[in-house]
C-alpha cells in the first residue's frame, strides 16, 4: 500500500511513536491470546460434556466473571505501559504533577476498565452462546450431506472441534481490540486531564495547562482498512472527535460516539499528541 503521508521533522516523529505504539501492543497481545484460547478451551469442553450427559446446549453466561478477570487484568497491563506516556513527554508536568491529578487519572482508567471489561464479556459471551449452537446445527447438517446418521458423540465432538478453531482467530481478534482499547483510551484520558480542558476543574484554575492537538496515525500496510488510511494525519484538537468513514472517535477504538464495529475491530492505529507548554 503506497504511503499517503507528507513528510517533514514533525511527521518524522509522529510516525515513530505510532511505530513504538504499535510495537508495544504487539508485545502485550500474546498473554491474552493464550489466556482467551485457554478459557474458549473450558468453555467448549463443558459444552461437550454438557452436550454429551443431558443433551442440552450449553451458553456460556456463567463464564462472565472470569472473563471480566481475565480482561481487567490484561487492561491494567496496558495502562501499566501507556498511561505516563503524555507525562513523560512533557517533564514539567511529570515533576509536578500532584496526587490529585494522579488520583483523578486512575480514577478514569479503573472506570474504563470496569466499564469496557463487562461491555466486552457480553459480547463475547453472546458470540461465544450463538456459535457453539450454530456448530451443534451445522454438525448435524455436515453428516446429513454425507448420507451418514450420526451419533451424539459424533456431531458434538465436530462441534467442539469447529469451535476451537475458530477460537484460535477470535482470541486473535480479542487480543488486538482488547489491548487497543485501553492503551489508546489511557493515552486521551492523561491528555485531557492534563490539558487546559480539565486543569481548571482539578486544580480551581490554579494550572493553565495546555494540550494543542492530536493526530491519527495509521500502519500503512495491506491489513489497514480504506478508510483508516484516508484518515491518516488528521489533525483535531484534543477535545474534538476524528471523523472517520463519517463516524465519530476521540481515539482509535473509541466506541463511546456509536462507532461500528467495522471502525474498530482488529484497528492497530494510534493516536499521536501534541502537547505545548505547561505553565504553573
Same mark, same amino acid.
Given at each position: 500500500m503506497r504511503s499517503l503521508r507528507s513528510y517533514n521533522s514533525n511527521s518524522d516523529k509522529r510516525i515513530a511513536s505510532a511505530v513504538r505504539d504499535l510495537a508495544i501492543k504487539l508485545k502485550l497481545e500474546p498473554k491474552i491470546k493464550r489466556e482467551m484460547i485457554n478459557l474458549f478451551d473450558e468453555m467448549a469442553t463443558y459444552g461437550k460434556n454438557l452436550y454429551k450427559k443431558e443433551r442440552k446446549i450449553a451458553t456460556f453466561n456463567a463464564y462472565k466473571p472470569e472473563l471480566v478477570y481475565l480482561l481487567k487484568n490484561h487492561y491494567k497491563r496496558v495502562q501499566l505501559v501507556f498511561s505516563n506516556q503524555i507525562r513523560e513527554e512533557v517533564d514539567k508536568v511529570r515533576s509536578k504533577a500532584d496526587d490529585r491529578m494522579s488520583y483523578q487519572i486512575q480514577y478514569e482508567l479503573d472506570r474504563y476498565s470496569d466499564e469496557q471489561s463487562n461491555q466486552s464479556a457480553n459480547q463475547i459471551i453472546e458470540t461465544s452462546n %450463538?456459535?457453539?449452537?450454530? @456448530?451443534?446445527? /451445522?454438525?448435524?447438517?455436515? @453428516?446429513? /450431506? =454425507?448420507?451418514?446418521?450420526?451419533? %451424539?458423540? =459424533?456431531?458434538? %465432538?465436530?462441534? @467442539? %472441534? +469447529?469451535?476451537?478453531?475458530?477460537?484460535?482467530s477470535r482470541a486473535e481478534t480479542i487480543a488486538i481490540t482488547e489491548t487497543q482499547g485501553p492503551a489508546e483510551n489511557a493515552k486521551y484520558t492523561e491528555a485531557l486531564l492534563l490539558s487546559s480542558i480539565s486543569a481548571g476543574l482539578l486544580y480551581d484554575s490554579v494550572v493553565e495547562a495546555k494540550v494543542g492537538t492530536k493526530y491519527w496515525m495509521a500502519i500503512l500496510d495491506d491489513r489497514t482498512r480504506e478508510w483508516h488510511v484516508e484518515a +491518516?494525519?488528521?489533525?483535531?484538537?484534543? +477535545? =474534538?472527535?476524528?471523523?472517520?468513514?463519517g463516524e465519530n472517535l476521540m481515539y482509535p477504538k473509541d466506541t463511546s460516539m456509536g462507532a461500528s464495529a467495522e471502525n474498530v475491530i482488529n484497528c492497530r492505529c494510534s493516536t499521536v499528541y501534541k502537547m505545548e507548554e505547561i505553565y504553573y
Open positions: %450463538e456459535e457453539f449452537q450454530e @456448530y451443534i446445527l /451445522s454438525a448435524y447438517a455436515y @453428516y446429513a /450431506s =454425507q448420507g451418514i446418521i450420526p451419533t %451424539e458423540k =459424533q456431531v458434538i %465432538e465436530k462441534a @467442539y %472441534e +469447529d469451535f476451537m478453531a475458530r477460537a484460535h +491518516d494525519g488528521q489533525k483535531r484538537p484534543l +477535545d =474534538q472527535p476524528f471523523i472517520v468513514m
